[in-house]
């Protein structure tokens, strides 16, 4: 089963120009299984799609990529606003915790020495033996940086997750994780997600989506 695990949409996002319905089409023309939206520091936009996707009957779930002094971190089963800029990761893992939600960092390698450089080496392996997975594949990051974090996740033994980062409809699927069974609920996400039954792959690597091509009419 293949999902999309990092997606922002308009206007929630504001630095994104995905119209939610309209993902939820492509997303289905592309053959994806579902998606999961992602706003930045905010629970709404995930909450609306999550709607959309109900009455459409495609499945979306529901996260927030919150800022914190350690990078970007994808957080599910926490329906809730960011309390803050730039939060502390320590707080924000706990309390996502104590609420049953997991917490992943998202492209922790992506630009100039990513989050190693800003964290140092102790910061690093406190960030990655405590946290539930690493955003391995991300669509937006050079496939050097990728494969940083895919090392990174293997050396902590973290499960490895792929997301598009899509801020653009054509960005949509570029990274996606692929998991064992079939997930029906964010609940199901997470299992599954703590289990390690999932691995992140681009979207050459699964050649039953259809790429989304000009002739489409949106
Ligand atoms: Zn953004
Ligand atoms: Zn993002």
């Keep these: ?114 989050l190693e450089e800003m964290l140092g080496g102790e910061g690093m392996r406190e960030l990655l033996s405590t946290c539930d997975a690493l955003e391995v594949i991300n669509g937006g990051t050079s496939p050097d940086h990728n494969r940083v974090a895919a090392e990174a996740a293997r050396r902590f033994g973290l499960p490895g997750v792929g997301g598009s980062d899509a801020h653009h409809l054509a960005q949509l699927g570029r990274a996606l994780t692929e998991f064992e069974r079939e997930i029906e609920s964010e609940e199901d996400l997470m299992r599954e997600i703590r289990a390690g039954r999932c691995r992140a792959i681009y979207m050459k690597d699964a050649p039953r989506l259809r790429r989304p091509s000009a002739g489409w009419s949106i």
């Design 1 to 114: 089963m293949l999902v999309d695990m990092h997606v922002h949409t308009a206007p929630c996002s504001p630095c994104s120009f995905i119209d939610p319905e309209m993902m939820l089409e492509w997303a289905e023309r592309m053959g994806l299984d579902a998606l999961c939206v992602t706003e930045h520091d905010e629970i709404c936009g995930a909450q609306q799609a999550w709607e959309l996707g109900r009455k459409r009957g495609f499945r979306v779930f529901r996260g927030v990529e919150v800022y914190t002094e350690m990078g970007d971190m994808l957080v599910f089963g926490w329906l809730k606003d960011a309390p803050g800029w730039k939060v502390p990761y320590r707080e924000l893992l706990e309390e996502v915790h104590s609420s049953g939600g997991i917490v992943i960092p998202a492209h922790p390698f992506r630009g100039q020495g990513g």
